[in-house]
T-cell receptor, first 115, second 113 residues
Framework: GAVVSQHPSRVICKSGTSVKIECRSL??????MFWYRQFPKQSLMLMAT?????????EQGVEKDKFLINHASLTLSTLTVTSAHPEDSSFYIC???????????FGQGTRLTVV | GQQLNQSPQSMFIQEGEDVSMNCTSS?????WLWYKQDPGEGPVLLIA?????ELTSNGRLTAQFGITRKDSFLNISASIPSDVGIYFC?????????????FGQGTTLQVKP
């Protein structure tokens, strides 16, 4: 399968600071990328869908000003958690696909801890 | 919003047994995907299904896209200890430009040697 790299794998930040998470498709062009949040022992909750060159589409209840998503190129999408608070601590995972309704490949995930 | 109902929630089986899990929805999906997730890692794609009625195998894994496009199942034959993990179904729905990929609740599989 295709390779998606997510960085960093773990990050600890102070409350009030911002954190950027990168998601890269290493060997294919990803026209669509998805960002998920996963709580312990739960499923993946879709936060937003981004298509290259256009604004991300956020799911209901996800604050777009807090979770900034940029899909600047066909191989890179970033998620920035702004003014992080302890309740933002979670496992964030990105996935990338060549197009809608095609195979989606996942990064390794980022464990964010806000202290 | 759209929901995928995955069952069973968990399974504890003996090595060598076959396993079956399924996902259903009240909505039509364009594509069904099955993933396995190990703790602390991202999901790994196991099987992708694109056509209603499609039956696809990947080694000991077999999955089918339901005729109604509202369900899918995954079978694992002759389970082994390394099959342990959480299995998720996922489905695409929506238009060609705004499709979303959503996940079922997951099935936790434990295999007793």
């Amino acid at each position: 399968g295709a390779v998606v790299s997510q960085h960093p794998s773990r990050v600890i930040c102070k409350s009030g600071t911002s954190v950027k998470i990168e998601c890269r498709s290493l060997d294919f062009q990803a026209t669509t990328m998805f960002w998920y949040r996963q709580f312990p022992k739960q499923s993946l909750m879709l936060m937003a869908t981004s298509n290259e060159g256009s604004k991300a589409t956020y799911e209901q209840g996800v604050e777009k000003d807090k979770f900034l998503i940029n899909h600047a190129s066909l191989t890179l999408s970033t998620l920035t958690v702004t003014s992080a608070h302890p309740e933002d601590s979670s496992f964030y995972i990105c996935s990338a696909s060549r197009g809608v309704s095609t195979e989606a490949f996942f990064g390794q995930g980022t464990r964010l801890t806000v202290v | 919003g759209q929901q995928l109902n995955q069952s069973p929630q968990s399974m504890f089986i003996q090595e060598g047994e076959d396993v079956s899990m399924n996902c259903t929805s009240s909505s039509i999906f364009n594509t069904w995907l099955w993933y396995k997730q190990d703790p602390g890692e991202g999901p790994v794609l196991l099987i992708a299904l694109y056509k209603a009625g499609e039956l696809t195998s990947n080694g000991r894994l077999t999955a089918q896209f339901g005729i109604t496009r509202k369900d899918s199942f995954l079978n694992i034959s002759a389970s082994i200890p390394s099959d342990v993990g959480i299995y998720f179904c996922a489905g695409y729905y929506g238009s060609s430009n705004t499709g979303k990929l959503i996940f079922g609740q997951g099935t936790t599989l434990q295999v007793k040697p």
